[in-house]
C-alpha cells in the first residue's frame, strides 16, 4: 500500500484505481496518518430543517480518528462524484481540505458529534450539518458566492458570527446552543433574504437589539427560547413581516408590549411565552391581548398553583414590580428616542422622494418648453409654432395632458 499513501498520490490518479483496491482499503481503519479511508454509500438517517426524519443516500465514513496533522488522509469513494459525504463515530479538529478536494462536486456535508474545531464552508456546499461539536470558527470559501442554504451550528462555541453574515441563499439557519455568542443584532442577518427559519434559543441573549435596515420577508420561524430576555416589545420584530411562530419560552420576561401585535406582526400565529418570571396581573392582560387576536400561547404544564391561561406566574410580585418600573422608565425614554429615530429616517426618505420629483418636475418643465424651437428649427416665424401649440391645448383638456401628448408622439 506504500505508494497509495498519503497525498503525494495525485487525485487525477483516483479515477482509475480498480474498485478491488478501493474496497480492500475499506478494510484498513485510519489510525495513523498518510492512509487511504473509504466510504461506503449508504442510507444514512437524519433530520431535515423541520426536526422530521430524513433518509437519503450519503457516502459515510466511520471510525475516523484524526490529530491535529489531519492533511495526512486521503478520502475516497468508488465513485468521486457522490454529492453527499458524512462521517459517523469519528473526530478530527477540522474536516481534512483533502475531502474537498477529491469530492469537488460536494453539496451536503454530514459532520455531527466529531470534535471539530475549524468549520471550513466550500463555495458548493449546500446543506452543512455539524452540530454537537466544539467549532469557534467557520471559514468561508469565496465571500458571498457560496450556495449555503441551510447550516446546522447547534451545540458549539462560536463567539460571534462575524464570518457567517455573507450568505445570501441562506434559508435556515441554526444557532441553538452556542451560550458564548450573547446579544446578536438581527442586522446581522440582513443580507440573508431568503431566510425561513432562524434559531437562536439558548445562546445567551439577554436583549433584542433589531438593526434590520430592510426587513427579513421570508422569516416565518423565530426562536429565541431559553436566553435571558426580560423584556419584549412586540415591535422589535417589525421587519419580519411573515412571522407566524416565535418561541420566547425559558427566558426571563416580567413584561412583553403587546398592543400592536396584529399591525406588526401580521402573520403570527403562535408566541410561546411559558416558563418566564411573569407576574399574574400582567400575564392575564398579556394573555388576553394575544387570544383575542386569535394568536396560540403555546404552554408548557405548569406545576405550581398560580398560572393563568395555563402558563406560571407569580402573585409575589414585589421584586419584579420594582424591576419593571424601573424598567419600564429607560424603556420609555429609549422608546421615545427611537420614535425619534425612525421619524427621522422617514423624513430622510421622503426628502429625498421630494428632492427627485423637484428635479424630474426641472426635467419636465424644460421638456415642455424645448419642444418649440428644435421641432422647427428653421421656422424664421415665431407665431406660428405658438399658434400650434395652442391648438393642441383645448383638445387634451388640461394643462399637464398637452405634455403627455407631446410625449406619446
Ligand atoms: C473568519 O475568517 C477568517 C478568514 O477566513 C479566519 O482567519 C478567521 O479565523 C475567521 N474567524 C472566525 C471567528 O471564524
Ligand atoms: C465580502 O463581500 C462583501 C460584500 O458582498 C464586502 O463588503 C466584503 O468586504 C467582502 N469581504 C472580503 C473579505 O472580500
Ligand atoms: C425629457 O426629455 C428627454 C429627451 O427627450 C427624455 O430623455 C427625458 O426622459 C424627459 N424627461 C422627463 C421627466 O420626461
Ligand atoms: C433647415 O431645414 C433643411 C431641410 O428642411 C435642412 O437641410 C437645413 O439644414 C435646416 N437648417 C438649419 C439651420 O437647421
Known amino acids: 500500500m506504500q505508494r497509495f499513501g498519503g497525498q503525494r498520490w495525485p487525485p487525477v490518479l483516483h479515477h482509475w484505481v480498480p474498485l478491488a ?6 478494510k484498513l481503519s485510519l489510525e495513523a496518518a498518510g492512509e487511504i479511508v473509504i466510504c461506503n454509500y449508504e442510507k444514512f438517517h437524519l433530520f431535515d430543517s423541520m426536526y ?3 433518509t437519503d443516500n450519503f457516502c459515510v465514513f466511520n471510525d475516523v480518528y484524526l490529530g491535529s496533522d489531519v492533511k495526512g488522509a486521503d478520502f475516497l469513494a468508488s465513485s468521486l462524484d457522490y454529492k453527499r459525504v458524512a462521517f459517523a463515530n469519528s473526530k478530527f479538529p477540522l474536516v481534512p481540505p483533502s475531502l474537498f478536494k477529491n469530492f469537488d462536486d460536494i453539496r451536503e456535508l454530514y459532520v455531527r458529534r466529531c470534535s471539530v474545531e475549524m468549520l471550513k464552508i466550500t463555495r458548493l456546499l449546500e446543506k452543512v450539518y455539524a452540530g454537537g461539536n466544539r467549532i469557534t470558527s467557520v471559514q468561508l470559501d469565496g465571500n458571498a458566492s457560496n450556495s449555503l442554504r441551510e447550516l446546522y451550528l447547534d451545540g458549539n462555541r462560536l463567539q460571534g458570527l462575524a464570518n457567517l453574515t455573507n450568505l445570501p441563499e441562506l434559508e435556515v439557519l441554526v444557532l441553538e446552543n452556542n451560550p458564548l455568542l450573547g446579544n446578536v443584532d438581527f442586522a446581522q442577518f440582513g443580507r440573508m433574504e431568503r431566510l425561513w427559519k432562524l434559531d437562536l434559543e439558548r445562546i445567551g441573549m439577554s436583549r433584542i437589539s433589531n438593526g434590520l435596515k430592510r426587513p427579513l420577508a421570508e422569516l416565518r420561524r423565530l426562536d429565541l427560547s431559553n436566553n435571558a430576555l426580560t423584556y419584549v416589545h412586540v415591535r422589535m420584530f417589525r421587519t419580519f413581516p411573515k412571522l407566524e411562530h416565535l418561541w420566547l419560552h425559558g427566558n426571563k420576561l416580567y413584561f412583553m408590549e403587546a398592543e400592536q401585535v396584529r399591525t406588526v406582526m401580521p402573520s403570527i400565529r403562535s408566541i410561546v411565552i411559558d416558563d418566564n418570571h411573569w407576574g399574574c396581573g400582567h400575564l392575564a392582560t398579556l394573555g388576553k391581548q394575544l387570544r383575542d387576536h386569535g394568536i396560540i400561547i403555546r404552554h408548557g404544564n405548569c406545576r405550581t398553583e398560580r398560572a393563568i391561561h395555563r402558563v406560571c406566574c ?23 428616542q427611537q420614535d425619534v429615530r425612525e421619524l427621522r429616517a422617514e423624513n430622510d426618505i421622503l426628502r429625498r422622494d421630494l428632492e427627485r420629483f423637484r428635479s424630474q418636475l426641472v426635467e419636465l418643465m424644460a421638456n415642455i418648453t424645448r419642444p418649440v424651437e428644435p421641432l ?14 395652442s ?3 383645448p383638445e387634451s383638456g388640461y394643462a399637464t395632458g398637452s405634455f403627455e401628448d407631446y410625449e406619446e408622439e
Not at 314 to 336: A, K
Not at 376 to 389: I, K, R, V, W, Y
Open 52 to 54: 422530521r426524519p430524513r
Open 391 to 393: 391648438d393642441e391645448q
Open 314 to 336: 407569580s402573585d409575589v410580585t414585589d421584586v419584579v414590580d420594582t424591576r419593571y418600573l424601573i424598567e419600564m422608565g429607560i424603556r420609555q425614554e429609549t422608546r421615545v
Open 376 to 389: 422647427q428649427p428653421n421656422e424664421s416665424e415665431a407665431p406660428e409654432t405658438d399658434g400650434q401649440e
Open 21 to 26: 483496491l478501493l474496497v480492500f482499503g475499506a
